[in-house]
């Protein structure tokens, strides 16, 4: 007869799995890039076999279009923790730099692929990531502000800068998508997000 901790235990081990898959990725796109990391040899550094990835994901893309999902309403929660004096965009990059500490790895927002944070996606999963990234840090914008009702100024300054903010982001993914892969392994992704957020007065 099943016991009621049995199934505790497999939601337990299969929640372990997946962290494993997720944590395995992360480190080997930062090592070895985006492009270089297979389906493989994020399951081999996972301690598991190509069949069991493909039980949590359909493919590694979809594991960054997860991930990227997962991470949005975090990265909102952090901009709305910052400091009050901090204009949006310094509280939108140091959201991110402080998230980046969370497990020593790249924020999710971050990764490397050839379509994660693409407006046009054509998979379900990934369609408006885009666009929701940039609703969610406008709203994270728009609460910093504490007014009751905002007037339409007032939004439209939140609308641009949170998504001038998400255009720096995107800025970031796809100057590093555009290297060598050769270079990857040399080039600091924080440091690059310093670099654009200067570049947009942050």
Same mark, same amino acid.
């Given at each position: 007869?099943?016991?009621?901790?049995?199934?505790?235990?497999?939601?337990?081990?299969?929640l372990?799995?997946?962290?494993?898959?997720?944590?395995?990725?992360?480190?080997l796109?930062?090592?070895?890039?985006?492009?270089?990391?297979?389906?493989?040899?994020?399951?081999?550094?996972?301690?598991?076999?190509?069949?069991?990835?493909?039980?949590?994901?359909?493919?590694?893309?979809?594991?960054?279009?997860?991930?990227? &999902?997962?991470? @949005? *309403?975090?990265?909102?929660?952090?901009? #709305?923790? /910052?400091? !009050?004096?901090?204009?949006?965009?310094?509280a939108?990059?140091?959201?991110?730099l402080?998230?980046?500490?969370w497990?020593r790895?790249?924020?999710a927002?971050?990764?490397?692929?050839?379509?994660?944070?693409?407006?046009?996606?054509?998979?379900?999963?990934?369609?408006?990531?885009?666009?929701?990234?940039?609703?969610?840090?406008?709203?994270?914008?728009?609460? &910093?502000?504490? @007014? *009751?009702?905002?007037?339409l100024?007032? #939004?439209? /300054?939140? !609308?641009?800068?949170?998504?001038?903010?998400?255009?720096?982001?995107?800025s970031?993914?796809?100057a590093?998508?555009?290297?060598?892969?050769a270079?990857?392994?040399?080039?600091?992704?924080?440091?690059?997000?310093?670099?654009?957020?200067?570049?947009?007065?942050?």
């Amino acid at each position: 007869m099943e016991t009621s901790e049995e199934p505790g235990r497999r939601e337990q081990n299969r929640l372990r799995t997946h962290n494993a898959l997720v944590q395995a990725a992360n480190r080997l796109f930062k090592e070895q890039g985006y492009e270089a990391t297979t389906v493989r040899d994020i399951a081999a550094a996972a301690g598991v076999g190509e069949r069991t990835f493909f039980r949590y994901f359909p493919s590694k893309e979809s594991l960054v279009v997860q991930q990227v &999902r997962e991470t @949005i *309403p975090l990265l909102a929660a952090e901009i #709305r923790k /910052r400091p !009050a004096e901090e204009p949006p965009l310094v509280a939108l990059r140091e959201a991110i730099l402080d998230m980046s500490t969370w497990h020593r790895t790249t924020p999710a927002i971050l990764l490397v692929g050839p379509q994660p944070l693409s407006p046009d996606l054509t998979s379900r999963g990934g369609r408006f990531l885009l666009f929701d990234m940039e609703e969610a840090v406008v709203g994270a914008f728009m609460d &910093r502000l504490d @007014i *009751p009702e905002p007037e339409l100024p007032d #939004r439209l /300054r939140a !609308a641009a800068l949170g998504r001038a903010g998400v255009a720096a982001l995107r800025s970031v993914r796809l100057a590093y998508t555009r290297l060598p892969e050769a270079r990857k392994h040399e080039v600091d992704l924080i440091e690059l997000v310093r670099i654009a957020f200067a570049a947009i007065g942050a």
